[in-house]
């Protein structure tokens, strides 16, 4: 009995989590630079310290949570055969360029020489990396898949960090790659990894969506991000009010309007001298938005790409990137561009006629019929302009989805949502292998290139998400499985020998039999004990009072107001077998 009592208070000792020992430096102030409730919170709780712009330090507590979100990210991603590695944060410039992205990255990747004028960058995302590391070990389709994952710090140079967690310039992210010897492979590899984040954000307690989306990497044949409803979510999301479709604006399919037949009408060229933008037009004209083609004109590693979409519409330029193929510099073009592309002033642009590079038609203008266009003259539009007769040019879906738009799949009318992307997998394919060699020896003794997936979760945006879906008037209230800290133990007087004895007693009974449990041993008033206890939010409070005299204690969750009396004798059983109903 003496060795065990010896061990006991050995283990209690060691694993001893302590309120005055922890460091969880609490606020009652609102800091003056916070936007949303999770950046307030996450300072007031004492999870973390910003040391500048859209950089933050995690303390004790916020280090806690992120360790838990850790480990249910191991437990599912290693249940799918994926295995831990860690990869150094300082790339040599050399993969990027071998990939094609070290120009493309652009201004967000930070760049820097080492004494000897060696370009490296700090990583942002690791896909040349890991694929360097398997085209090095890997040579026969018998040593495929392999599946590997680090949890890691990234650094992004954010034009503009805000939200706190939500967008900063270091961040950690769990990014996994699986490497595959065939489509089928990759396709089997990347539904594993669609289940195992829905495992994931379930456990975390997210409410979350699936939606399609582009994957920030040209070529990519597939993409889905996990987002989160939020009015403070930088993503807008074209959601069905009918069916399951959802899709992030940037690459929500469009269906077009349908017009009615109407005969030709003959080309008219009409003076304008003061109408330049649609708005003008729709005065002079006496027409709405939809009457009209609006020429939007870009350039693209040194070529002019014309889009034309209809009046009312905006360009999607994700969706023109991805139907001019891959490419380094993008961006609208200048007025002197313009004038070399129209022979005109800017405000007279149109596809008849035009000396573009490439001339993309939006499926809109082509379905319509006696449209109103700019004349590539100045002071100069036409009247009963029509694809096919009057212009040509490559038809597609290059229009930007807005409310009110059919869905793709049911045709049932879309709405326009924010949200908070907080998981993205897709499929790179062939991307990263054909322009790093990455090639493995087929069973038919061919060379064939190995298929990558990419997966991702930012995991203190996850934590700042999480938040954002719990948290009431008095602070946080954690699901049970992130929380820092399962239980606390506050006992209410450190005068009185049996309060503090009592406590003690329970915090290192629940210890012993696995409960994460946090005891406020502090010499505070017990109303800063209770403000703190509501504002980290942990899930379930023991309160060690002045119900002691009748053998009592009193029991709290944090997601309710009610208070349950229980045995003090028996509590660490009673917690334990509530903390196990809620796991």
Known sequence: MAGFLCLYNKIAEVMQMRFSKMFIPTKREIPTDVEIESHKLMIRSGMIKKSASGIYNQLPLGLKVEKKIESI????????????????????????????????????????????????????????????????????????????YQIQSKYRDEKKPRFGAIRTKSFTMFDAYS?????????????????????????????????????????????????????IGEDELAICSDCTYAANRESAECMPREFEAEELGTLEEVHTPDARTIKDLEEFFSAEGNRFAKTIIYYADGKTVTVVVRGDREVNENKVKRAIGEVEEFGLATDEMVKDVTGSEVGFAGPIGINSDILLI??????????????????????????????????????????????????????????????????????????????????????????????????ERLTATIIEQNFDADGIVWPLSVAPFEVEIIPVNLKNEDVVNTAERIY?????????????????????????????????????????????????FRNSEERELISAVDAAEIVREKISELR
């Open 73 to 148: 990210i191991k437990e599912e991603v290693e249940d799918a055969d994926f295995r831990e590695m860690l990869c150094s944060a300082l790339i040599p410039s050399e993969l990027w360029q071998e990939s094609g992205r070290w120009a493309r990255r652009g201004a967000e990747m930070f760049r820097l020489e080492d004494r000897t004028g060696k370009e490296f960058c700090l990583g942002p995302t690791h896909e040349e990396v890991f694929t360097d590391i398997v085209r090095q070990e890997v040579s026969s389709y018998k040593q495929l898949p392999v599946k590997l």
């Open 179 to 231: 490497f595959d010897k065939d489509e089928e492979s990759l396709n089997k590899s990347y539904e594993e990894m669609i289940a195992a984040f829905k495992r994931i954000f379930d456990r975390c307690g997210v409410k979350y969506s699936l939606v399609e989306a582009e994957s920030g990497i040209e070529g990519a044949p597939s993409s889905i991000e996990f987002m989160v409803k939020s009015e």
């Open 362 to 459: 939006d499926e809109e203008i082509a379905n319509g019929k006696n449209l109103i266009t700019g004349a590539n003259k100045t002071g100069y539009h036409f009247k009963n302009a029509n694809f096919g007769r009057d212009f040509e040019g490559t038809v597609g879906d290059f229009r930007t989805v807005r409310e009110g738009d059919k869905c793709p799949k049911c045709g049932a009318p879309l709405k326009i949502r924010r949200g908070i992307e907080i998981g993205h997998i897709f499929k790179a394919g062939q991307k990263f292998s054909e322009n790093m060699n990455a090639i493995y020896r087929s069973e038919e003794e061919t060379d064939e290139y190995i298929q990558l997936g990419c997966y991702e979760i930012g995991t």
């Open 508 to 556: 290192k009974e629940l210890k012993l039999i696995g409960v994460d449990v946090l005891i406020d041993d502090r010499d505070a008033r017990p109303g800063t004990k209770f403000k703190d206890s509501d504002l980290i939010g942990i899930p379930v409070r023991i309160t060690v009072g002045r119900d002691l005299k009748e053998g009592l204690v009193e029991m709290k």
